[in-house]
């Protein structure tokens, strides 16, 4: 059953049953259709990228309440998948106006 989940794995996922998972891209990261512009992502941020890589990443190697640190936090795509997934972000931006921003986006 999907529900069955390991105390010792590294996520949440039940590999015995991966393909009743529908939204784990298992062909490549690099395949995605379009982009994901739901709740508070957008490109506004020239270094910008599509929430699902963040989001694909984390479901394969996080749980639930795991931290994850993004040092290059920019408009804070990952920390907004982060939070959707209950994972506990923590980000690092230098550029203090694009810290801001991001605040805001999270």
């Known amino acids: 059953m999907i529900n069955e989940i390991s105390k010792l794995k590294i996520n949440d996922l ?5 393909k009743e998972y529908q939204d784990i891209l298992t062909d490549s990261l690099w395949l995605i259709g379009e982009r994901d512009k739901s709740g508070a992502h957008n490109n506004a941020y020239h270094g910008n990228f599509i929430p699902q890589i ?9 749980k639930k309440g795991d931290v994850v640190l993004d040092a290059f ?3 804070g ?6 939070k959707r997934l209950g994972r506990h972000g923590i980000g690092i931006e230098l550029i203090p106006e694009v ?5 805001q986006n999270i």
């Open 14 to 18: 039940n590999l015995k049953e991966w």
């Open 54 to 62: 963040p989001n694909q990443m984390m479901r394969r190697f996080t």
């Open 73 to 75: 936090l920019g408009n």
């Open 77 to 82: 795509t990952t920390l907004i998948e982060s």
């Open 99 to 103: 810290a801001r921003s991001a605040v």
